[in-house]
């Protein structure tokens, strides 16, 4: 069969099987249902509140203890239109034992494995299926976290509990997990302050990437009992902000499994370091808080956050809202892993096959997450404004942010744009986007692509939403490493320096809706992409092992020579500062922070993965370097614009705020623009259009594996150029980017500049 025939038979079978989405079911406010357990302290009561569309019973069971107890109570819930709750008074839970924390789960029945007077925990009383015809698979011996708890008390697997086999449906069913499942906490609502935020118009910003236990694990300059947690990265706001950062931005912190590993030379089954296999959306991840007691981590998050508030720094998180750390299938349509949102309510909470016995997968870890489900977007909603109201973050970027955009909940995949229904565009009318002139508002940023179906949309995010430029990292890691194998053209340069307007002009979108960057977490570090022409991921701790990583990096070796090395890197920090747009590094490229080739670290908590802190001199050079090429940017606000440069075209038409030059000095025409054997491009900015103390800046790149002289035009009148920065290599050292009033005089008009080979030239006009 055509693919394009089967996608739409599978479509067609979609909306005969409901699967279409349909319009949010109206709220009054985010949050509406209060779902969760709350605690009403001047009542003395506490009410759990659960959502299940196909449940016939939940129960919730209370325990003095996370682990190695039974419950000391449970309470069965009233339903009331899809919603379970109960309000107990704490005096009745004190009367069973339960006087300092109460961990609480649910235990839920349903179509697949109706009620039975004579189940007791560990029978198969009532069972019928592990899975029904509609996707149902109840099973009361599992023990479920909340959903929305505020926090969990361990996760599924630790290191006194390694076997996740319990969990499961299938030849597992009747194993009871109530002694040792995670539990959600009862919080009293989180008080502790989270400073003032920063209301920095995007386009000012720099981001910085970074994994937080990563940031300060080897830093001794930090207490040891603070390495590695928020407090240890609070102390690192300083830092961050007299290199010139302005929002850093987390690897994913909410709940995730990585109890069972420890630094620890191990094999990379189950490892975790990296943290995208969420366990609950609400819980700040207990290993990242010096204090792991109930409550600690939500207050060591808020701390955190308020020191870099303290120091105008926003605080942005990933999200992993596409799939949870339940994963897929387990061997078979009937093991699966029951932890939350599986038991309680399967077909709300996942994508499925059409048959529903199966999942929907465009994200290769386990399937989606149903974002096209009304109940299942208010989870997402919901969470994200408890991240951003309660502990007071700044912004988020979504983690294979296409599946947000899905139209279907069953049996297909459709991304859609415009559809006003979708998660993506959910949570831009509910929390509307910081306007382009700063202000108050949420920075949404996505990861714009998934895996198969119509899931790779860069550049077709709806309005509100700024994207990774999967297409600008492309183009300069294919110019700087593939010199004569991919082809590049000045045009294709030129787009991506000048902020991408053939991506994000078409629908309204800015230049700073591009977030440019050359290197992530997920791939080679900028070091590593200069320095590895093949990842090397099989190898010993601790820089491996591990697996998966792609094969395609764009990378390569510079031949070997350490000095082309750090100059290619050195380009690559350059071009991404210099560009309009957002820029984003990732945490230790300041310091060529390298991992021996592995391009996939996901599961290496050790000391080669964490950021370094005594750099070599060389090192240290290229901190200055970044350091000073970001205060560069951050003086001149012509490198920042919050709408695309008028320039001259790519028929060399008209002049503008941006005008393009050959090395000749001329402007190109249609030919040069398309010939990808021309590998040399020059613009000048005219600053004094945006209040630029300088009224021009001047940018030359060779591309070119040889020397190549650039004859420059005309400063503005009554200046000459002067000499910001040379990143060839007989520049190299602590002011290879000159300090403001420390720039080398170059001349005015006509003068000719010999620029060596794979170099990039940046001048003012003084």
């Avoid at 300060?216 to 300083?238: C, E, F, P, Q, V």
């Amino acid at each position: 069969m055509h693919p394009r025939l089967r996608l739409l038979l599978v479509t067609v079978v979609a909306v005969l099987a409901a699967g279409v989405i349909s319009a949010p079911s109206a709220r009054a406010a985010i949050d509406a249902q209060s779902l969760g357990a709350r605690r009403n302290a001047a009542a003395g009561t506490i009410t759990f509140r659960v959502y299940s569309a196909t449940a016939t019973r939940i129960a919730a069971y209370v325990y003095s203890a996370a682990t190695g107890a039974q419950e000391n109570v449970s309470y069965v819930l009233t339903e009331n239109s899809d919603t379970f709750s109960a309000t107990v008074t704490v005096a009745d839970l004190a009367a069973h034992g339960v006087t300092g924390t109460v961990y609480y789960g649910y235990r839920a029945w349903g179509p697949n494995w109706p009620y039975n007077s004579a189940w007791t925990k560990g029978s198969t009383a009532g069972f019928i299926s592990d899975v029904d015809s509609a996707g149902n698979r109840f099973n009361p011996n599992k023990l479920l976290i909340d959903p929305y708890a505020r926090e969990i008390s361990h996760d599924p697997r630790t290191p006194g509990h390694t076997d996740a086999s319990g969990y499961r449906s299938g030849a597992n069913r009747a194993a009871d997990t109530g002694t040792f499942a995670p539990k959600g906490i009862v919080l009293t609502p989180a008080t502790g302050g989270s400073g003032t935020k920063p209301t920095r118009a995007f386009k000012d910003d720099i981001v910085y990437e970074v994994h937080l236990r990563g940031l300060t694990r080897n830093d001794t300059s930090i207490a040891a009992a603070y390495r590695g947690t928020y407090r240890g990265a609070g102390l690192k706001a300083a830092y961050l902000a007299s290199l010139g950062v302005t929002a850093v931005e987390f690897l994913p912190v909410q709940e995730t499994q990585n109890d069972t590993h420890d630094v620890e030379p191990t094999s990379t089954a189950g490892d975790n370091y990296w943290g995208y296999m969420t366990l609950n959306y609400f819980a700040p991840d207990r290993r990242y808080s010096s204090d792991k007691s109930p409550g600690g981590p939500t207050a060591e998050f808020q701390a955190m956050v308020k020191a870099y508030h303290d120091a105008g720094i926003k605080v942005l998180i990933d999200v992993v809202y596409n799939h949870t750390g339940e994963e897929g299938p387990q061997g078979d349509k009937n093991t699966y892993n029951l932890f939350s949102w599986r038991g309680l309510d399967n077909p709300t909470y996942y994508s499925l096959t059409g048959d529903r016995q199966g999942p929907w997968d465009n994200t290769g870890v386990g399937g989606n997450y149903n974002t096209a489900n009304p109940v299942a977007q208010n989870l997402i909603v919901d969470s994200v404004a408890y991240w951003k109201n309660t502990l007071g973050v700044d912004g988020f970027r979504f983690d294979l942010a296409s599946v947000l955009g899905n139209t279907c909940q069953h049996g297909c995949f459709n991304y859609n744009r415009t559809a006003t229904g979708t998660a993506l565009n959910r949570l831009v009318a509910e929390m509307p986007a910081r306007p382009a002139a700063g202000g108050s508002g949420v920075d949404w940023i996505a990861e714009p692509w998934a895996i198969g179906g119509n899931s790779y949309q860069v550049g077709n995010f709806p309005a509100g939403w700024s994207e990774w430029n999967g297409i600008y990292r492309d183009t300069v890691r294919r110019d700087q490493n593939k010199l004569g194998v991919d082809a590049v053209t000045p045009g294709d340069l030129a787009n991506r320096f000048a902020g991408s307007s053939d991506l994000y002009g078409d629908d309204g979108r800015r230049p700073w809706n591009s977030i440019n960057f050359v290197v992530a977490h997920d791939g080679f570090t900028l070091k590593d992409l200069y320095s590895c022409s093949a990842k090397n991921n099989d190898q010993a701790w601790p820089y491996g092992p591990s697996d998966g990583g792609s094969d395609d990096n764009i990378s390569w070796n510079q031949g070997g020579v350490a000095g082309d090395q750090r100059k290619a890197a050195r380009n690559g920090q350059a071009l991404l500062t210099l560009s309009a747009g957002t820029p984003m590094m990732t945490g230790g490229d300041e310091h060529l922070r390298g991992i021996n080739c592995n391009n996939n670290p996901y599961n290496v908590d050790s000391s080669a993965n964490w950021l370094g802190w005594a750099p070599d001199a060389n090192q240290a050079n290229f901190a200055t370097f970044t350091g000073r090429l970001l205060a560069f940017r951050k003086a001149h606000p012509a490198l920042r614009p919050a709408n695309f440069y008028t320039a001259s075209d790519t028929n060399g038409n008209g002049l503008g705020q941006l005008v393009w030059f050959t090395p000749a000095g001329t402007t190109p025409d249609a030919a040069y623009w398309a010939d990808a054997n021309n590998h040399a491009l020059a613009w000048r900015i005219d600053g004094s259009e945006f209040g630029d103390s300088a009224p021009g800046i001047y940018v030359a790149y060779n591309g070119w594996s040889g020397d190549v002289t650039f004859t420059l035009p005309a400063p503005p009148s009554g200046k000459q150029w002067y000499r910001v920065t040379d990143t060839s290599t007989w520049a190299e050292g602590p002011d290879q980017v000159a300090a403001p009033g420390g720039e080398t005089l170059i001349g005015g008009a006509s003068t000719a500049y010999a620029l060596r080979a794979r170099g990039l030239l940046l001048l003012i006009a003084k």
